[in-house]
């Protein structure tokens, strides 16, 4: 399950309704130090999901240059049954302002079925640029990596929207940057493994690549509470479909009364 992290984290990306500048200045509402959630993925070639892998999403603090940073770290993992078609061994990180929510520094270092890459991207702001290990990249106001996308996106007001509208924002990922877009499909009950959840439904434009095809494929399910936590992701992928559901978490910052009930 080639680039097994990367694809549950863009699958999760979203942001509001308007281009351009719209995707600066939000206020982080949604998450605090010490948030920890636990994701499951499964994997079906016949319609049977069997478990494939699971991956952690960490906040924490710590200053870079002098500021104070959200130090935010993923780790995905295959599990050891299935080690053994695909090993997959990923840690992603991000360092975001706690005022702008702004990516300071992205770190990936991948180890994906005997496939090694290390990623290190600076960026500035200001300048309007990217510094990687093959020199500088120019960026777009407000452009966001992987992961700050992610938390960036939990702190949109999903109540502005209007059901189809189209959602652009701008995503860094090797050495590119990337105009991609969100479908807000409104609010439904979704069912999961946790659980019965209240939640925000959107489909992205993806980036077709190794494992999706390119399109509006995948559906992705977001509490419909003040956490705005990922809780589902189905999509077909190259051979077969994923699944990715929410399966635990610690320290959230407010209750989670989006979930209905502990039977699904």
């Avoid at 935010?72 to 695909?86: E, H, L, V």
């Avoid at 189905?234 to 959230?252: A, C, H, Q, R």
């Amino acid at each position: 399950m080639k680039k097994f992290l990367i694809a549950i984290l863009l699958m999760l990306v979203t942001r509001s309704t308007s281009a351009g500048d719209d995707f600066c200045g939000i206020v982080n509402t949604t998450f605090l130090n010490g948030e920890r959630i636990t994701f499951k993925v499964f994997y079906s070639v016949i319609g049977l999901y069997v478990d494939a892998g699971t991956a952690y999403v960490n906040v924490g603090m710590e200053k870079l240059n002098n500021q104070p940073t959200y130090h935010i770290i993923a780790d995905g993992y295959s599990n050891p049954t299935y080690d053994w078609i695909f090993k997959v061994r990923d840690r992603y990180e991000s360092y975001i302002d706690t005022q702008s929510l702004k990516p300071y520094k992205f770190v990936r270092n991948i180890d994906e079925g005997g496939y090694k890459k290390k990623e290190n991207v600076t960026f500035n702001h200001n300048g309007k640029s990217a510094s990687t290990e093959k020199g500088q990249v120019p960026i777009p106001p407000c452009v966001q990596d992987v992961i700050s996308a992610v938390y960036y996106a939990r702190n949109i007001d999903y109540n502005k929207y209007k059901v189809n509208d189209k959602i652009p924002f701008s995503l860094f990922i090797d050495n590119e940057v990337y105009q991609l877009t969100i479908r807000y499909l409104g609010k439904e009950t979704v069912k999961t493994k946790y659980g019965k959840f209240n939640a925000i439904k959107i489909k992205p434009l993806l980036i077709k690549g190794s494992i999706f095809e390119g399109g509006e494929k995948m559906n992705i399910w977001i509490s419909d509470d003040r956490n705005h936590i990922p809780l589902r992701v189905e999509s077909p992928i190259t051979v077969g479909s994923v699944k990715v559901d929410m399966m635990g978490f610690n320290n959230l910052r407010y209750p989670l009364t989006s979930k209905v009930s502990t039977r699904f």
